[in-house]
């Protein structure tokens, strides 16, 4: 299931066809393998329920998107790589649960599901944040226009509510920098509306491994006029929907049970055709979802739902609050101008208990083994669009941007005299503070009836300050590690698009970005002495991207794009002990890549979607990092593979979906190549196919709507690793993937 690599020189991938036609035979096969639109201009709030069952109609293949350009814009006449994913995908016997659910199907994007709910997922977009241990970093994501990144960087995808989301955008490529900080890729989820009609829905589902989940929904519209004789009427200017759920597994591993809490509300109010205020509302909780650590080589072989005995010997664990709200006000002052303010605030509360050893807790200058943050956060956003029709339409956009987050951050031992897992004496006590404050602009000119310009530049100004409160003396002390640091950096973006036909767009566009380091790696000094690591600076990137957007038919299109990115003072591990990660500016890499999509529709019941991603990602440089205290350092060879980024990945679905009365079914499956785990490409996670089922019939009796399904994940039940822990110090870098495993639930609206 696993194979040990020797560093060589890596094999050229397989032509596209190959990696395409691999995907077919898991459909058949019975024996895994070895080893819409967006919020709308300012009208009047939706009038139709978001409705996930079969009888939604498709999503369409020129969709309206803002990332990118911030307004609304045909997808096809952007010269950028933009995908949409719509609620029907999202939600149609989904489990709700997980991004990688809907957005494995996006080419250039790698979702890794940990099966672990301690940690977040990972995610990369075009080898950005893969290598990331520790939350989401690389990639901005945006929830209803307000950020779930922090300053620095680094965020989290739990915040995004699937239960009630309309539509998810990603963005790729070089026009992703417009966002600032770490914005390797651009991920946007956008709540819907509630109907116009008063309606009650939920859902209930269970499946394997003591999985289940439930969710209630509530939407509609105040003010607005009944309808004569039983007709609907007209939405009233107050519209809203509030989303409750519940989520509890006992983990496809030991020691990895979960309970999660979430609400999301979003209440709009239409104060007339020019301007309306959106309130949203999140909240998450999580206590003492357990953490079983990743498992070694000779372990996963063994036993892929065992658990390290460092798991339960420490009881890792993780506890999450985070509540947050924004208000986002939209006001059209004139038919060609709109202005936009958006503030937002949040608390978000952790605690996690880590499987230090207790002889890496003995120095002074060690920050124990309990990690305890109360963060604080917030920003304010004022954005002025701008439209201008003609023979030469113009549109504009510019705005300003500050953030800020505080956190207390404290370290305590994670043992008591002779108990171990819990709470222990303090280690570290700081407050940490980063702010963001950013100023761009963006244009797009349709010059010729052919030609169209789009180009941007954004300034960040991002600040780090810690003020350190444990100072001990003795043992070869402790001191004040109080510190500051500010980064500036100014990232222009152009992209240049050519209208061969009205169904045939060919563009090209380059830009530059950068990454500072977050918290997190400044957390820890090479060295071992106590304090952060002010060493760092930020990586950059500059990105060129070239592509073929081609509607073949009014059924079918196709995107293709080539991609290669430079990054210069790659953030890197320096030392990987006790523990403990520590980072450094140590090389440059290279990423270079396809990225392929089709989606064609055969008639009003049948489509077929495929893609497809070849990323060849590289070190440029050799460097040098000790991977664990107990071995020497060791070499990372120039042309090495990049951790964590599979070369070739491929995602295939064929769907059937009627209306009501009907059943629909959803046949999809995955290909990953291997994966390194390890800067030297030591070891790899071997690759793998697998397929999925999803099954769903959906009738209505008088106002109610039912759905029944039942979803098969790993139909062949083969044997894979679901995510790989890059550079784990311990050799423990695999987190094994279910076999064959279900879910069964049901779904019902009630409309008043």
């Known amino acids: 299931?696993?194979?040990?690599?020797?560093?060589?020189?890596?094999?050229?991938?397989?032509?596209?066809?190959?990696?395409?036609?691999?995907?077919?035979?898991?459909?058949?096969?019975?024996?895994g393998y070895a080893f819409a639109q967006p919020g709308a201009e300012l009208t009047a709030p939706s009038a139709a329920q978001?409705?996930?069952?079969?009888?939604?109609?498709?999503?369409?293949?020129?969709?309206?998107?803002i990332s990118?350009?911030?307004?609304?814009?045909?997808?096809?006449?952007?010269?950028?790589?933009?995908?949409?994913?719509?609620?029907?995908?999202?939600?149609?016997?989904?489990?709700?649960?997980?991004l990688s659910e809907a957005l494995s199907r996006v080419p250039g994007l790698v979702i890794q599901n940990r099966q672990n709910y301690a940690q977040d997922l990972q995610v990369s977009s075009r080898g950005f944040g893969a290598r990331s241990t520790f939350g989401i970093r690389g990639i901005r994501i945006i929830v209803d226009e307000i950020p779930a990144s922090m300053p620095d960087g680094q965020g989290q995808a739990a915040n995004i509510n699937l239960g009630s989301a309309k539509r998810i955008e990603v963005l790729r490529g070089p026009f992703s920098a417009i966002y600032g900080n770490a914005s390797g890729g651009?991920?946007?989820?956008?709540?819907?509306?509630?109907?116009?009609?008063?309606?009650?829905?939920?859902?209930?589902?269970?499946?394997?491994?003591?999985?289940?989940?439930?969710?209630?929904?509530?939407?509609?519209?105040l003010g607005g006029t009944g309808g004569a004789d039983g007709a609907r009427g007209t939405a009233g200017p107050f519209n809203y929907v509030v989303d409750v759920s519940r989520f509890q597994?006992?983990?496809?591993?030991?020691?990895?049970?979960?309970?999660?809490?979430?609400?999301?509300?979003?209440?709009?109010?239409?104060?007339?055709?020019?301007?309306?205020?959106?309130?949203?509302?999140?909240?998450?909780?999580?206590?003492?979802?357990?953490?079983?650590?990743?498992?070694?080589?000779?372990?996963?072989?063994?036993?892929?739902?065992?658990?390290?005995?460092?798991a339960t010997t420490f009881n890792t664990r993780k506890s999450i609050d985070n509540t947050q709200g924004g208000l986002v006000y939209e006001y059209r002052f004139s038919a060609a101008n709109t202005i936009k303010l958006i503030g937002y605030g949040g608390t978000r509360r952790i605690e996690q208990f880590l499987a230090v050893p207790l002889g890496a807790q003995i120095p002074v200058t060690s920050s124990g083994g309990v990690i305890d943050l109360d963060r604080e956060f917030g920003g304010l956003g004022l954005r002025w669009m701008h439209r201008s029709g003609g023979s030469r339409p113009l549109t504009l956009s510019a705005g300003v941007d500050y953030e800020i987050s505080r956190e207390r951050r404290k370290g305590f031992e994670n043992f008591s005299g002779t108990t171990l897992g819990v709470r222990g004496n303090l280690r570290r006590n700081e407050n940490d503070t980063?702010?963001?404050?950013?100023?761009?602009?963006?244009?797009?000119?349709?010059f010729t009836p052919s030609w169209s310009l789009s180009a941007g530049v954004r300034h960040t100004e991002v600040k780090f300050k810690s003020e350190d409160f444990f100072i001990r003396t003795g043992n070869g002390g402790n001191g004040d590690d109080s510190g500051s640091m500010t980064f500036r950096n100014v990232l222009p973006v152009m992209g240049l698009l050519y209208r061969a036909t009205d169904r045939l767009n060919l563009y090209v566009s380059g830009g530059t970005g950068f990454e500072t380091p977050t918290f997190t790696e400044f957390?820890?000094?090479?060295?071992?002495?106590?304090?952060?690591?002010?060493?760092?600076?930020?990586?950059?990137?500059?990105?060129?991207?070239?592509?073929?957007?081609?509607?073949?038919?009014?059924?079918?299109?196709?995107?293709?794009?080539?991609?290669?990115?430079?990054v210069t003072g790659e953030i890197l591990p320096a030392t990987n002990s006790g523990g403990r990660a520590t980072f450094q500016n140590a090389a440059d890499t290279r990423r270079r890549g396809v990225e392929l999509s089709a989606d064609h529709r055969f008639n009003a019941d049948l489509s077929a979607y495929l893609s497809y991603t070849y990323l060849d990602a590289k070190f440029q440089d050799s460097f040098t990092y000790s991977p664990r205290a107990t071995l020497p350092p060791v070499t990372?060879?120039?042309?090495?593979?990049?951790?964590?980024?599979?070369?070739?990945?491929?995602?295939?679905?064929?769907?059937?979906?009627?209306?009501?009365?009907?059943?629909?079914?959803?046949?999809?499956?995955?290909?990953?190549?291997?994966?390194?785990?390890?800067?030297?490409?030591?070891?790899?996670?071997?690759?793998?196919?697998?397929?999925?089922?999803?099954?769903?019939?959906?009738?209505?009796?008088?106002?109610?709507?039912?759905?029944?399904?039942?979803?098969?994940?790993?139909?062949?039940?083969?044997?894979y690793v679901g995510s790989v822990i890059v550079n784990e110090g311990n050799g423990r870098f695999y987190e094994p993937a279910p076999g064959r495993n279900f879910i069964v639930g049901l779904n019902a609206s009630y409309a008043f």
């Open 1 to 31: 299931m696993y194979r040990r690599e020797k560093q060589k020189t890596l094999k050229a991938p397989p032509p596209l066809p190959v990696a395409v036609v691999v995907l077919l035979p898991v459909l058949v096969s019975a024996s």
């Open 50 to 65: 978001q409705d996930p069952s079969p009888a939604s109609v498709l999503p369409i293949l020129d969709p309206v998107v």
């Open 68 to 98: 990118g350009t911030r307004i609304e814009r045909s997808s096809f006449s952007l010269p950028m790589s933009v995908d949409v994913v719509e609620a029907l995908v999202i939600q149609e016997a989904q489990p709700r649960v997980n």
């Open 186 to 221: 651009v991920i946007q989820a956008f709540t819907e509306d509630g109907p116009a009609a008063t309606t009650l829905s939920g859902s209930v589902l269970g499946g394997s491994y003591g999985t289940i989940r439930g969710e209630v929904k509530l939407g509609g519209s």
């Open 249 to 310: 597994t006992d983990g496809y591993r030991r020691h990895s049970a979960a309970t999660r809490y979430q609400a999301n509300a979003k209440l709009t109010y239409q104060f007339n055709d020019d301007s309306r205020l959106t309130l949203i509302v999140n909240e998450l909780h999580q206590g003492n979802t357990q953490d079983p650590l990743g498992l070694t080589r000779a372990q996963v072989l063994a036993n892929p739902r065992q658990v390290d005995s460092s």
């Open 434 to 446: 980063v702010t963001s404050f950013s100023q761009y602009a963006q244009a797009e000119w349709k």
């Open 523 to 566: 957390a820890y000094r090479p060295d071992g002495a106590s304090g952060l690591n002010f060493g760092l600076r930020p990586s950059k990137s500059r990105n060129v991207e070239a592509g073929v957007k081609w509607l073949a038919t009014d059924n079918t299109r196709v995107n293709l794009a080539l991609f290669e990115t430079h």
């Open 636 to 719: 990372v060879a120039a042309g090495n593979f990049l951790p964590g980024v599979p070369r070739n990945t491929a995602y295939g679905e064929i769907a059937w979906r009627r209306g009501l009365p009907g059943f629909s079914a959803v046949v999809e499956a995955i290909y990953r190549d291997k994966i390194f785990v390890n800067d030297v490409n030591a070891e790899a996670a071997k690759q793998y196919a697998m397929a999925n089922v999803r099954l769903v019939y959906s009738h209505q009796i008088g106002r109610w709507k039912f759905s029944e399904f039942v979803r098969v994940d790993n139909v062949t039940g083969t044997r």
